[in-house]
């Protein structure tokens, strides 16, 4: 069955980075973009970034452009996101999600989801 | 980026209630538009797909419509399992982005 298996949390300073893992299972690696998404305590949904596992190729929105890195290891099946420049505001659960097609007609939606990662920044 | 807007952001239903909550877009996206649960502590799971599909294993009582700037989605029979936030999201730019939620609570 299809998995995404993200890593524990953390608790960071501010201006430090964090690096978070989601590792996936159950189908092919390659075959599916993978999206970041955070959710800070009590508020909705945000997107960060998207990966193409098939030749690494990434795209991150705007808010985040030079804080956020997002990579992937082929061999584990592993996609990461590193955020620097960690701040107050940063505080949230962060998501992974693998992105599938309409069966139909073009567009896309997430049907997999990590668990989360809680990242937690305070001095 | 294309604006979302959920309403209401909260709403007090009963079991066996029929619910709507509606979601617009800034500009057109044409059908792509999802509807996703969430329950606290757990990450987001797809209803709706497309505008209007059922997502596998999901119950026939959610059911989704609309196109272009307006969509709705609808709980035909409000079950307890049902409360919950319900976010919508729009695939047409990459750059997604979704719906400030709706919070379904126990009346």
């Known amino acids: 069955q299809v998995q995404l298996v993200q890593s524990g949390a953390e608790v960071k300073k501010p201006g430090a980075s964090v690096k978070v893992s989601c590792k996936a299972s159950g189908y092919t690696f390659t075959d599916h973009y993978v999206y970041w998404v955070r959710q800070a305590p009590g508020q909705g949904l945000e997107f960060i970034g998207i990966i193409n596992p098939n030749g690494g190729r990434t795209s991150n929105a705007q808010m985040f452009q030079g804080r956020v890195t997002l990579t992937r290891d082929t061999s584990t099946t592993t996609v990461y996101m590193e955020l620097s420049s960690l701040r107050s505001e940063d505080t949230a659960v962060y998501y992974c999600?693998?992105?599938?097609?309409?069966?139909?007609?073009?567009?896309?939606?997430?049907?997999?989801w990590g668990q989360g990662t809680l990242v937690t920044v305070s001095s | 980026d294309i604006q979302m807007t959920q309403s209401p952001s909260s709403l007090s239903a009963s079991v066996g209630d029929r619910v709507t909550i509606t979601c617009r877009a800034s500009q057109s996206i044409t059908t792509h538009l999802n509807w996703y649960q969430q329950k606290p502590g757990k990450a987001p799971n797809l209803l709706i797909y497309?505008?209007?599909s059922l997502q596998s294993g999901v119950p026939s009582r959610f059911s989704g419509s609309g196109s272009g700037t307006y969509f709705t989605l609808t709980i035909s029979s409000l079950q307890p399992e049902d409360f919950a936030i319900y976010y919508c999201?729009?695939?047409?730019?990459?750059?997604?982005?979704f719906g400030g939620g709706t919070k379904v609570e126990i009346k």
């Open positions: 497309a505008a209007s």
């Open positions: 999201q729009q695939s047409y730019s990459s750059a997604v982005t």
């Open positions: 999600a693998r992105e599938r097609d309409y069966y139909d007609t073009s567009g896309s939606c997430f049907d997999y």
